[in-house]
């Protein structure tokens, strides 16, 4: 009779909770994300059966949970877990939402009632990491322990929501921001609507030639911006004295 070699992973809740264990590893136990060891010191010396605790505790309207993705693992002990006959994966979510102990769901093939999913009530024990094969589940944190890219099932309906409402937001008071201060700039400028420049007299602009002379001096900017810059569409025609421009 053959002997079944087993390692480490083996054991039952060999990391405690929250905490997947991974024989290629050389720490065999890690905290799944959004979880820390509930005694560090203990894990220093490699004493991992306290597991884990969560570092940010849970919303529970299901507004600000999210789901954490788990692939190639053994689900954890079913003890305390429930079937829910003929629900999709985004229904079990929705559902695993509603209550504030539901801690994870897979999708599960339920003999009596064809394809379901499974929801565990309170920790996550005894969950392995297999370098192929396994199922996939999804274990609740806060949502602000994702990056956005690992929300549940469904994308993270209520998380990627969220994200997509915060880009949008941003890029949107960007243009506006952008668009004010390009505004501004022309405002400041001198130019109208039409991309033409006004031209505001002051007493800087004008020179007296003569105190009895009804003829004014004026500074060459201000002859430039009259004339969009001596543009021909401002040429009223040329003589012997140059062209002569509408202003």
């Known amino acids: 009779m053959g002997v079944v070699s087993q390692d480490r992973c083996d054991r039952y809740a060999n990391c405690g909770a929250y905490a997947s264990c991974d024989?290629?590893?050389?720490?065999?136990?890690?905290?799944?994300?959004?979880?820390?060891?509930?005694?560090?010191?203990?894990?220093?010396l490699r004493i991992w059966s306290g597991g884990c605790m969560r570092k940010r505790s849970l919303d529970c309207d299901g507004k600000g949970d999210g789901f954490l993705g788990l692939e190639y693992v053994?689900?954890?002990?079913?003890?305390?877990?429930?079937?829910?006959p003929g629900l999709s994966l985004e229904a079990c979510e929705e559902e695993c939402l509603k209550k504030c102990s539901c801690s994870a769901y897979a999708s599960a093939d339920i003999s009596e009632g064809g394809l379901g999913c499974l929801m565990w009530d309170g920790d996550?024990?005894?969950?392995?990491?297999?370098?192929?094969?396994?199922?996939?589940?999804?274990?609740?944190?806060?949502?602000?322990?994702?990056?956005?890219?690992?929300i549940g099932h469904s994308g993270g309906l209520q998380g990627k929501k969220k994200l997509l409402v915060t880009i949008l937001?941003?890029?949107?008071?960007?243009?506006?921001?952008?668009?004010?201060?390009?505004?501004?700039?022309?405002?400041?400028?001198?130019?109208?609507?039409?991309?033409?420049?006004?031209?505001?007299?002051?007493?800087?602009?004008?020179?007296?030639?003569?105190?009895?002379?009804?003829?004014?001096?004026?500074?060459?900017?201000?002859?430039?911006?009259?004339?969009?810059?001596?543009?021909?569409?401002?040429m009223l025609g040329k003589g012997g004295f140059g062209p002569v421009y509408k202003v």
Do not use: H
């Not at 053994?74 to 829910?84: F, G, I, N």
């Open 74 to 84: 053994k689900v954890p002990d079913t003890l305390r877990s429930w079937a829910e």
């Open 169 to 234: 937001t941003i890029i949107l008071g960007s243009l506006l921001f952008v668009l004010f201060g390009y505004c501004w700039w022309r405002k400041a400028k001198g130019f109208d609507m039409n991309g033409r420049r006004d031209v505001e007299l002051n007493a800087n602009d004008i020179e007296e030639n003569d105190k009895n002379s009804e003829l004014s001096l004026f500074n060459i900017s201000v002859i430039a911006a009259a004339t969009n810059n001596f543009s021909e569409s401002n």
């Open 23 to 44: 024989p290629s590893s050389v720490g065999e136990c890690e905290c799944l994300r959004g979880f820390e060891p509930k005694v560090a010191s203990d894990w220093k």
């Open 124 to 150: 996550l024990v005894d969950l392995r990491v297999y370098s192929d094969g396994g199922q996939e589940i999804y274990a609740r944190v806060a949502a602000l322990e994702l990056d956005g890219s690992a």
